[in-house]
Nanobody
Framework: VQLQASGGGLVQAGTSLTLSCTTS????????LAWFRQAPGKEREFVAT????????DYAASVKGRFTISKNNARNTVYLQMSSLKPDDTAVYYC????????????????????WGQGTLVTVSS
Protein backbone atom coordinates (compact mmCIF):
# COMPACT_ATOMS: atom_id res chain seq x y z
CA VAL A 1 0.00 0.00 0.00
CA GLN A 2 1.38 3.36 -0.99
CA LEU A 3 0.09 6.83 -0.21
CA GLN A 4 1.21 9.95 -2.04
CA ALA A 5 0.39 13.32 -0.48
CA SER A 6 0.48 16.56 -2.43
CA GLY A 7 -0.82 20.11 -2.42
CA GLY A 8 1.35 21.74 0.22
CA GLY A 9 2.93 25.12 -0.23
CA LEU A 10 3.54 28.59 1.12
CA VAL A 11 0.36 30.57 1.75
CA GLN A 12 -0.67 33.67 3.67
CA ALA A 13 -2.69 33.57 6.85
CA GLY A 14 -6.42 33.63 6.24
CA THR A 15 -6.26 31.86 2.91
CA SER A 16 -7.23 28.31 1.89
CA LEU A 17 -5.39 25.27 0.63
CA THR A 18 -6.45 21.74 -0.26
CA LEU A 19 -4.23 18.72 0.28
CA SER A 20 -4.69 15.49 -1.63
CA CYS A 21 -3.50 11.99 -0.87
CA THR A 22 -3.76 9.32 -3.54
CA THR A 23 -3.63 5.69 -2.46
CA SER A 24 -2.50 2.69 -4.42
CA UNK A 25 -5.21 0.33 -5.59
CA UNK A 26 -8.58 0.35 -3.81
CA UNK A 27 -7.06 1.30 -0.48
CA UNK A 28 -9.28 4.33 -0.04
CA UNK A 29 -12.49 2.31 -0.29
CA UNK A 30 -11.25 -0.31 2.16
CA UNK A 31 -9.77 2.02 4.76
CA UNK A 32 -10.37 4.58 7.40
CA LEU A 33 -8.18 7.52 6.45
CA ALA A 34 -6.65 10.39 8.35
CA TRP A 35 -4.41 13.41 8.26
CA PHE A 36 -1.79 14.09 10.89
CA ARG A 37 0.73 16.91 11.06
CA GLN A 38 4.08 17.59 12.62
CA ALA A 39 5.35 21.08 13.27
CA PRO A 40 9.06 21.79 13.73
CA GLY A 41 10.19 20.66 17.15
CA LYS A 42 6.84 19.12 18.00
CA GLU A 43 5.35 15.65 18.02
CA ARG A 44 3.06 14.41 15.29
CA GLU A 45 -0.56 15.26 16.06
CA PHE A 46 -3.95 14.18 14.82
CA VAL A 47 -5.76 16.56 12.46
CA ALA A 48 -8.75 14.80 10.93
CA THR A 49 -10.13 11.37 10.16
CA UNK A 50 -12.86 9.85 8.00
CA UNK A 51 -14.45 6.45 8.37
CA UNK A 52 -14.30 3.76 5.72
CA UNK A 53 -17.86 4.50 4.59
CA UNK A 54 -17.18 8.26 4.71
CA UNK A 55 -20.20 8.66 6.95
CA UNK A 56 -18.28 9.82 9.97
CA UNK A 57 -15.56 12.39 10.47
CA ASP A 58 -13.68 13.81 13.43
CA TYR A 59 -11.33 16.73 13.85
CA ALA A 60 -8.81 18.07 16.28
CA ALA A 61 -10.23 20.95 18.27
CA SER A 62 -7.63 23.30 16.79
CA VAL A 63 -8.94 22.78 13.23
CA LYS A 64 -12.64 22.08 13.77
CA GLY A 65 -14.74 24.42 11.68
CA ARG A 66 -11.81 25.35 9.44
CA PHE A 67 -10.73 22.02 7.93
CA THR A 68 -12.81 19.43 6.08
CA ILE A 69 -11.77 15.88 5.30
CA SER A 70 -13.38 13.98 2.45
CA LYS A 71 -12.61 11.10 0.17
CA ASN A 72 -13.34 9.96 -3.34
CA ASN A 73 -13.20 6.17 -3.55
CA ALA A 74 -13.39 6.18 -7.34
CA ARG A 75 -10.23 8.26 -7.44
CA ASN A 76 -8.63 6.49 -4.46
CA THR A 77 -8.03 9.89 -2.94
CA VAL A 78 -8.55 11.58 0.41
CA TYR A 79 -8.64 15.36 0.68
CA LEU A 80 -8.08 17.92 3.39
CA GLN A 81 -9.63 21.28 2.65
CA MET A 82 -8.08 23.90 4.88
CA SER A 83 -9.47 27.39 5.26
CA SER A 84 -8.73 30.40 7.46
CA LEU A 85 -5.20 29.15 7.76
CA LYS A 86 -3.09 30.37 10.66
CA PRO A 87 0.68 30.43 11.17
CA ASP A 88 0.15 27.71 13.80
CA ASP A 89 -1.02 25.41 11.01
CA THR A 90 2.50 25.37 9.61
CA ALA A 91 3.64 21.74 9.57
CA VAL A 92 4.37 18.72 7.47
CA TYR A 93 1.04 17.05 6.81
CA TYR A 94 0.86 13.28 6.54
CA CYS A 95 -1.97 11.11 5.27
CA UNK A 96 -2.53 7.68 6.78
CA UNK A 97 -4.64 4.62 6.02
CA UNK A 98 -6.01 1.84 8.17
CA UNK A 99 -7.41 -1.16 6.34
CA UNK A 100 -10.56 -2.25 8.14
CA UNK A 101 -13.73 -4.21 7.54
CA UNK A 102 -15.55 -1.90 9.93
CA UNK A 103 -17.26 0.87 8.00
CA UNK A 104 -18.19 3.39 10.66
CA UNK A 105 -15.51 3.68 13.35
CA UNK A 106 -13.04 6.53 13.55
CA UNK A 107 -9.42 6.25 14.57
CA UNK A 108 -7.53 9.23 15.99
CA UNK A 109 -4.28 7.69 17.18
CA UNK A 110 -1.25 7.46 14.91
CA UNK A 111 -0.48 4.00 16.25
CA UNK A 112 -3.70 2.70 14.69
CA UNK A 113 -2.54 3.44 11.16
CA UNK A 114 -0.30 1.02 9.31
CA UNK A 115 0.25 3.00 6.11
CA TRP A 116 1.63 6.50 5.75
CA GLY A 117 2.37 8.95 3.00
CA GLN A 118 5.62 10.84 2.75
CA GLY A 119 4.25 14.17 3.94
CA THR A 120 3.66 17.53 2.31
CA LEU A 121 4.85 20.82 3.80
CA VAL A 122 2.38 23.59 4.52
CA THR A 123 3.82 26.95 5.53
CA VAL A 124 1.48 29.72 6.60
CA SER A 125 2.99 33.19 6.75
CA SER A 126 1.56 35.95 8.94
Amino acid sequence: VQLQASGGGLVQAGTSLTLSCTTSGPTASRSALAWFRQAPGKEREFVATISRNAGNTDYAASVKGRFTISKNNARNTVYLQMSSLKPDDTAVYYCAAKNTILTAPLYVHASEYAYWGQGTLVTVSS
